[in-house]
């Protein structure tokens, strides 16, 4: 059994990893702002990674794992966008993320195939009209991402995933009729929406000691619309 930290485990791609991982006999403790829950071999806790000073000391000594899922998805024409607004994603998705992993790295560091997941999108590298707010922000995540990967290596791998449109509550705005639902789907190669279970499943791959040889990597899960057009 190992001890696994997920900012963002009550909702969408968050709460499926902190299932999968309890399920497999995992202690997870997981971070939520505004949505509560409880299940076995989950202990949750209350956290704004916005606030200047966070606590972190419901963490056990050692950390096989950090996830790191919260996010936003703001599509808006650039001219309609205000500084403040790529300062505030920003905030959320990247400082945040650094918040949180150097207040744990020196447990990371005690643990054998220690592992810090990451996210990003596909439209970082294949660049889309409307995305430039989120794209820029998941654009440090994927820098962020490797030069982490190459100065802790080889005690901690760090990697990120990349998805395509997932069927979660931060997507809902896009998916909340059946013509956008199926609209979106037909872009994707694999002609559907990515679901929760998809982006979990390789969550766990990375912490796994099967992708021990795996770390920088941005890893694509999103139907084949970042490297097929079909």
């Known amino acids: 059994m190992a ?3 997920i900012i963002g485990a009550s909702s969408g791609i968050g709460k499926r990893v902190s299932e999968l991982l309890a399920e497999s006999g995992h202690q997870v403790f997981g971070t939520y702002y505004k949505h509560e829950i409880h299940s076995e071999n989950l202990k949750l806790h209350a ?3 916005l606030d200047e000073n966070i606590s972190l000391d419901f963490l056990p000594e050692t950390l096989a794992g950090v996830i790191y899922c919260p996010g936003s998805i703001n599509l808006r024409p650039f001219e309609r966008i205000k500084p ?71 005690s901690i791998r760090v990697n ?40 979990a499943n390789m969550v766990e791959f990375l912490l796994s000691s099967k992708a021990s040889w795996i770390t920088g990597q941005i890893m694509h899960v999103d139907g084949g619309i970042s490297t097929l057009k079909i």
């Open 3 to 5: 001890n696994y930290l």
């Open 47 to 49: 956290l704004n990674v």
């Open 84 to 154: 403040i607004d790529f300062i505030n994603d920003y905030g959320l998705q990247v400082v945040g993320a650094i918040k949180i992993i150097q207040g744990v790295i020196s447990k990371l560091k005690k643990c054998e195939n220690a592992a810090i997941v990451l996210f990003s999108t596909f439209a970082v590298q294949t660049g889309l009209p409307y995305h430039s707010q989120v794209s820029a922000s998941k654009g440090a995540i994927e820098g962020l991402t490797k030069a982490l990967a190459a100065e802790y290596a080889p």
């Open 160 to 199: 990120c995933i990349a998805p395509s449109l997932t069927d979660s509550p931060l997507a809902a705005s896009l998916l909340k009729s059946d013509l956008k639902r199926e609209t979106n789907a037909q872009r994707h190669p694999l002609k559907r929406i990515g679901t929760t279970e998809d982006i």
